[in-house]
């Protein structure tokens, strides 16, 4: 519900209407059953909102998007084991704009259907690329929202991009968050399971944070675990987060599930982690996300030889010699 006050909100009764329906926008995107009082920063901010959207559309006709890749590594040897698509909005204007504050509005106005097949293909095909130089053991790995889970059939859509740019189903992995697992479908859930079939792995992502109960997480088809970088940020300082995390960890082997740590920013997280037995982080100490030719000159000024020996390179964090000494130092004594 969204309320306008007479005469804080507006003096005439047509903009009092429209200053409620303002709020009433605020309350659907801030949760369910909840209401919302109209104030001055709520226009500014669906102006910025009716702006972007209509930016979004052209510049998905005019392909501003660019996408991002950010590795996740094996604690033991810093082998990348796959590596994050996070798009990016180059606005012509406003330089670039940031995820969280564009795919909220792309997955409102369902824009996130056209977005996410660019996302898709273009994701694939740079891995393709990769992949037939060598990278053979690494994925790709692509967020796919709720919207997309409700309005595509998944396994054809997911194969035909696969065939489209010739990647092996093995080297794509979708994230999924929690929240978007409990809202799924039963046909999205079943259409996952084919694509597992096919070798697609399945990650459920911000886990931790949607509130599923342990009994459901049992019968999802998820391969892969993603701890929020909430529980890592907060396990430093807190016995009780510290606890969670421990039992998040324990729960995953139970479940036979792969554990990738997110948001580690700090050598003491990275061997916190590794001492709970995490065996694949993801952060800002390793990597923050990069553009394709970045990605691309790391990997391969390695050489072609390892490459070629294990399907994927090492990336060592980008510390200064410092922590990374500390870091390989930790290595050598485990
Ligand atoms: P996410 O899927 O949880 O992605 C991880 C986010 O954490 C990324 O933000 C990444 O840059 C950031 N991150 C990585 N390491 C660290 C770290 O050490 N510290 C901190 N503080 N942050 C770290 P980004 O790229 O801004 O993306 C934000 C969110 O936007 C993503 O969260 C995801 O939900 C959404 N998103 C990004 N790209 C896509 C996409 O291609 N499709 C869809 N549907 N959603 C996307
Ligand atoms: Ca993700
Ligand atoms: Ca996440």
Redesign the pocket.
């Known amino acids: 519900m969204g309320i306008a006050v007479y005469p804080d909100s507006a003096s005439t009764p047509h903009a009092l209407i429209q200053m409620a329906d303002v709020a009433m926008y605020r309350a659907k995107t801030d949760g369910r059953g909840i209401y919302r009082i109209y104030s001055p920063e709520m226009g500014a901010n669906m102006r910025r909102y009716h702006y972007l959207l209509d930016e979004m559309r052209l510049a998905i006709d005019s392909g501003n998007f660019f996408l991002t890749f ?1 590795p996740v590594i094996n604690v033991d040897g810093c082998h990348i084991n796959y590596f994050e ?3 990016r909005w180059q606005h012509p204007v406003e330089g670039t704009i ?3 504050e564009f ?1 909220p509005i792309a997955e409102n106005s369902n824009l ?1 259907l056209e977005l ?1 097949d660019w ?1 898709l293909d273009e994701a694939c095909r740079q891995m393709a690329a990769w992949y037939n130089a060598g990278m053979k053991s690494a994925r790709i790995s ?4 709720a919207v997309q889970l409700k309005y595509k059939a998944l396994s054809e859509w997911v194969l035909t991009s696969l065939q489209k740019t010739a990647l092996p189903p093995t080297s794509l992995m979708l ?1 999924i968050t929690e929240s978007c697992f409990i809202d799924a479908p039963d046909e999205a859930i079943r259409e996952l399971e084919k694509l597992r079939q096919a070798g697609v792995i399945v990650a459920i ?2 886990f931790g944070t949607g509130f599923s109960s342990l009994a459901v997480l049992g019968n999802l088809p998820v391969d892969v675990l993603k701890i929020d ?1 909430l529980f890592v940020s907060e396990a430093m300082n807190n016995k009780k987060y510290n606890k969670i995390l421990h039992s998040i960890v324990d729960m995953a082997k139970q479940l036979e599930l792969k554990v990738v740590a ?4 700090h050598v003491e997280q990275f061997e916190l982690l590794k001492s709970l037995g995490v065996k694949y982080i ?4 390793i990597s923050r ?1 990069q553009r394709s030719s970045v990605v691309g000159e790391k990997i391969f000024d390695q050489g072609y030889s390892g490459l070629a020996q294990t399907g994927t390179s090492t990336w060592l964090p980008q510390t200064s010699r410092l922590t990374s000494g500390r870091i390989l130092q930790s290595k050598a004594a485990s």
């Open positions: 950010q698509a996070l798009v940031t995820p969280d795919i996130i996410g996302i692509v967020n796919i929202s994230e992502d911000d970088k997110e948001g580690i920013e993801q952060g800002y100490l996300p």
